[in-house]
């Protein structure tokens, strides 16, 4: 099978650190001879837009992204063509197969970290949207090791948003040492992260309490399994609020998905003695304040926890194909990008926005 790739495409395209996007109708496409071994060009056909994408575009986080930049990092598409010489496995994917694209492009699958599962600590790992051009575009260049084949069940736009935010909900809760019948807080619960926390936890069997600010997040998580309901905005007393919804003890864990310092600030104080706080917002500048004293007695646990591995996306797509986790999407075009971004920055998008690029 062979595909006629274009020259040029369609990309939304950071221009410099900070600068506004602008979407280009002349990118360049790199062409199948141009692909070096391992690589390979994935027509996009549905991506998510995740905050970090904001994050990147505003450049407010320590690290910086490669300029100019395409962003995005939550693509489905099909491979169009392979690098030549690119070594092939009894399962690799070939050219024709609907793959999908997450933040973690690419890495070594040889280092201590690789070898381990810890790929996303793999000093060589490329990252989609950040150090190499990301799903805001026609077409995109990936990696025959890393990207993630698409279960048949699943449509192209309700999988896009798995490939990030449904990975990396799925992996902090399955190393958040909880177990069935146990209480879990999210904040940020009705966002894109949040929303899928929510499901994920729900599946497992988890009491979910949301929190997050106005009525369209309520309705939306609250129809998606959550138990309680605790909107950060009117709370009189957060910590409190959280502990008479948890029988008085506090969570046994809680998942951050916020955007927002504030959202960490009073972990200690409202965690249940021996509980766990799954680090996984990435606020631009903000540092973890919890006393060491209580911290200490009450046996807490805190963990950074960044996307997950290639066997965390299979299975996160798994779940999701099985139909216990939806992503609850709205669809707009690449070309409202910004405004997709301004929305997001505003705390106006409840659940997903996807992209329709394969039009
Ligand atoms: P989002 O904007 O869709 O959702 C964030 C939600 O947090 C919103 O609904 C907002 O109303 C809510 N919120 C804001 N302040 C809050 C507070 N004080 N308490 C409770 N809720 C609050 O964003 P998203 O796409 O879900 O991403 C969330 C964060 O996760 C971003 O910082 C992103 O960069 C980060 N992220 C981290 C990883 C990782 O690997 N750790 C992966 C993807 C995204
Ligand atoms: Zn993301």
Redesign the pocket.
Known sequence: MSYKIPKTQIAAVVPAIGAELEVLKDYPVKQADELAPGECLVKIIATG???????VKKGD?PIASKHPLVGGHEGVGTIVAIGRNTPVAENSVKVGDRVGIK?LAYSCLQCEFCRKGLE?ACQSAKLSGFTVDGTFSEYVVSYVNHVTPIPEQLDSKAAASIL??G???Y??LKYSDTHIGDWIVI?????????LAVQYASAMGLRVVA????EE?RKLVLSLGAEKWID??TTKD?VQDIKDATDGLGPHASI????????Y?QAVDYLRPTGTMM?????AAADLNANVFFSVLKCLNFK?????NRQDAVEALAIAAAGKVKVIFETKDLSDLAEVYHG??Q?K????IVLDVGK
């Open positions: 837009v995740c905050h970090t994408d904001l994050h986080w933040w996303q990030c935010a990975v990396t909900s992996r902090a904040p940020g619960a009705g966002g894109g992260l949040g929303h929190i997050d600010t106005g997040k950060f905005k957060l951050v998905t916020a955007a927002n310092s504030e959202a600030s680090l996984v917002g990435l606020p950074g926890s960044y996307v997950g997001l920055e705390g998008v409840a659940g997903r």
